[in-house]
């Protein structure tokens, strides 16, 4: 007999993903592999499915969730697009990078989606997978990381089958994550300016880049965004962070020249970094050690992404 307490898994081939698209557009939960982490997606229209996002994952109502779409055209029909928010995408999408837009009226999303903001996460991601699931549902989906709220990101199936379990019923396989942490999140003001309200693999450089102007600091402080929260992508075990050796009952997870039991990247790779974060953070929380620490990762680049998903799984 099946194993209620585990999901199907199915290799991401044509067949897995038109079963995967069927049950979307039925209001099921699917969890499927993107470039950053693996998603829990469903349909962003239908209350009841975003409901069941919230109740796998354990999420606070508060939390928003990104709407993945596409292509540029689905996006317009759901948010207001200005000429920064039109630059940013074309430059930018499909990948990595999520657009904090005013909403549409006429938008249709669940109440849920937005936790009653006036503004909406879009994302066109670059995953192929993904990127046919989209196609074949004819949706746009929900999809914060398929893990339950607040714990590690799962960037292979097996993450995503130790954290939620039974609680959703289909994983689309389709091996390890190219990326390894979140989207960039960054939100574009209707008065002027723009603020990265979480950090990730599009840096703030690239974005001043394409927009002519520096970010805009401050900000109200209320949760606009996911991965806001202070205390998020967290181990079941405490963590220390900047450590140069480990201490007794430690797992130490190295990078560049300080070893550990796992090395983040011995060459110092910040993308590489990235990429592994979250499996190290599996690794030493599946590990016989009572906690956690990490060595010191550089702060240019990507690297202020990692710190942040660091210091946040530190709290």
Not at 13 to 21: C, F, Q, S, W
Not at 39 to 47: E, I, M, P, T
Not at 211 to 228: K, V
Request: hydrophobic content about 45%; charged content about 20%; some cysteine.
């Amino acid at each position: 007999m099946p194993d209620a307490s585990r999901p199907t898994v199915l290799d991401a081939g044509p067949d897995a993903i038109a079963v995967a698209a069927a049950r979307l557009r039925a209001g099921g939960l699917v969890a499927v592999p993107t470039e950053t982490v693996y998603g829990l997606a469903a349909r962003a229209d239908d209350d009841a499915a975003v409901a069941g996002i919230y109740r796998a994952k354990g999420r606070p109502s508060f939390n928003p969730l990104i709407v993945h779409v596409p292509d540029l055209a689905a996006a317009r029909a759901l948010a207001v697009f200005d000429e920064r928010a039109l630059r940013l995408a074309e430059r930018f999408w499909p990948g990595a990078l999520t657009l904090v837009l005013p909403l549409r009226p006429d938008a249709g999303l669940a109440g849920a989606v937005t936790a009653g903001l006036a503004t909406v996460a879009l994302r066109c991601p670059a995953h192929p997978v993904m990127r046919a699931v989209l196609m074949d549902a004819g949706l746009a989906l929900a999809a914060p990381s398929a893990n339950a709220s607040g714990a590690i990101s799962p960037t292979s199936a097996r993450h995503v089958v130790a954290s939620l379990g039974g609680r959703i019923d289909l994983i689309l396989d389709a091996g390890e994550c190219a990326a390894g942490i979140e989207s960039t999140i960054v939100a574009l003001r209707p008065e002027g300016g723009w603020q990265i309200l979480r950090p990730g693999p599009v840096t703030g450089a690239q974005i001043a880049g394409v927009l002519g102007e520096e970010e805009t600091r401050g900000g109200s402080g209320a949760i606009e965004a996911p991965g806001q929260l202070a205390s998020h992508y967290a181990p079941g075990k405490p963590v220390r962070l900047d450590a140069r050796r480990a201490e007794p009952g430690e797992f130490l997870i190295g990078f560049g020249d300080i070893g550990g039991d796992t090395n983040l990247s011995a060459s110092g790779d910040l993308a590489e970094a990235a990429a592994r974060l979250y499996a190290a953070l599996h690794e030493g929380d599946a590990s016989d050690r009572d906690s956690i620490a990490v060595a010191a990762i550089p702060g240019d680049g990507i690297g202020a992404a990692i710190n942040d998903r660091l210091r946040r799984a530190a709290t």
